[in-house]
């Protein structure tokens, strides 16, 4: 064998065992799936009105219904993220993992849905302007067939649960009310703007069962500058 053969050989053996270290070292250096994450921390908002000053709801059952019921859902919401941050998914069934996400999806709505609620209601009742006004009109026929559909859709969830909403489709460039039995409800794409709550915690305190009374006093407080921002942000989407 030729001494240009020999080097060949050496060096081509020299490749080879640098290529196995190589691999080996890739191997030891592979990104290893995470087995936890951090949690995302929900943080709940004051209550943005004075509770003594709407009128048609009494300052006790909006401070329940603010620090027990929304508050509430804030933390159940943390807890499902903290379990869901700690998952080993090769490991978890898929009936627990079903389980967490339908509870996550339920709170996470709560939460906004309650947000948009309090947000809207005003303590000083007015009338809708501008844009809004303008689009109610469009897509409703009028502010009072608007309020004919809204507060029947309330009356239609008079079990004691669910949620009416107002809401734009960016899809569509247009206003819809919808009816969501549960938390778990929502339409895809759905803006929300305007939500009255029908769970029995949002008025049973103050109505008992007579829920039209109810809705009658919400219309009558609804803060329609909230809802008319909503809609312009909503424009941009």
């Given at each position: 064998?030729?001494?240009?053969?020999?080097?060949?050989?050496?060096?081509?053996a020299?490749?080879?065992?640098?290529?196995?270290?190589?691999?080996?070292?890739?191997?030891?250096?592979?990104?290893?799936?995470?087995?936890?994450?951090?949690a995302?921390?929900?943080?709940?908002?004051?209550?943005?009105?004075?509770?003594?000053?709407?009128?048609?709801?009494?300052?006790?059952?909006?401070r329940?219904?603010?620090d027990t019921?929304?508050?509430?859902?804030v933390?159940?919401l943390?807890a499902v993220?903290?379990?869901?941050?700690?998952?080993?998914?090769?490991?978890?069934?898929p009936?627990?993992?079903?389980?967490?996400?339908?509870?996550?999806?339920?709170?996470q709505?709560?939460?906004?849905?309650?947000?948009?609620?309090?947000e809207?209601?005003?303590?000083?009742?007015?009338?809708?302007?501008?844009?809004?006004a303008?689009?109610?009109?469009?897509?409703?026929?009028?502010?009072?067939?608007?309020?004919?559909?809204?507060?029947?859709?309330?009356?239609?969830?008079g079990?004691?649960?669910?949620?009416?909403?107002l809401?734009?489709?960016?899809?569509?460039?247009?206003?819809?009310?919808y009816?969501?039995?549960?938390?778990?409800?929502?339409?895809?794409?759905?803006v929300p703007?305007?939500?009255?709550d029908m769970?029995?915690?949002?008025?049973?305190?103050d109505y008992?069962?007579?829920v039209?009374?109810?809705?009658?006093?919400?219309?009558q407080?609804i803060?329609?500058?909230?809802?008319?921002?909503l809609y312009?942000?909503?424009?941009?989407?």
């Open positions: 064998m030729t001494d240009m053969s020999r080097r060949s050989l050496a060096a081509g020299g490749l080879l065992v640098g290529g196995f270290a190589l691999g080996a070292r890739a191997q030891s250096t592979a990104p290893q799936l995470a087995t936890s994450v951090a995302p921390k929900a943080t709940p908002k004051p209550l943005v009105i004075n509770p003594d000053k709407v009128k048609g709801l009494s300052a006790d059952l909006l329940r219904h603010h019921e929304y508050a509430g859902m933390k159940k943390n993220s903290e379990e869901l941050a700690r998952i080993d998914f090769a490991d978890v069934t009936e627990r993992l079903g389980e967490l996400k339908r509870d996550e999806q339920a709170a709505n709560a939460i906004i849905l309650h947000e948009i609620y309090f809207g209601l005003s303590e000083t009742p007015g009338q809708p302007s501008g844009l809004l303008q689009a109610l009109s469009r897509d409703f026929g009028s502010l009072d067939r608007w309020k004919a559909e809204f507060g029947g859709i309330g009356r239609s969830l079990a004691g649960t669910g949620w009416v909403v809401a734009y489709a960016p899809r569509d460039k247009r206003l819809f009310n009816r969501a039995e549960n938390d778990s409800m929502a339409p895809a794409g759905g703007l305007l939500v009255m769970y029995e915690h949002a008025y049973a305190a008992e069962k007579d039209a009374r109810y809705i009658e006093a919400f219309v407080a803060k329609w500058t909230n809802a008319e921002r312009r942000e909503a424009m941009r989407v």
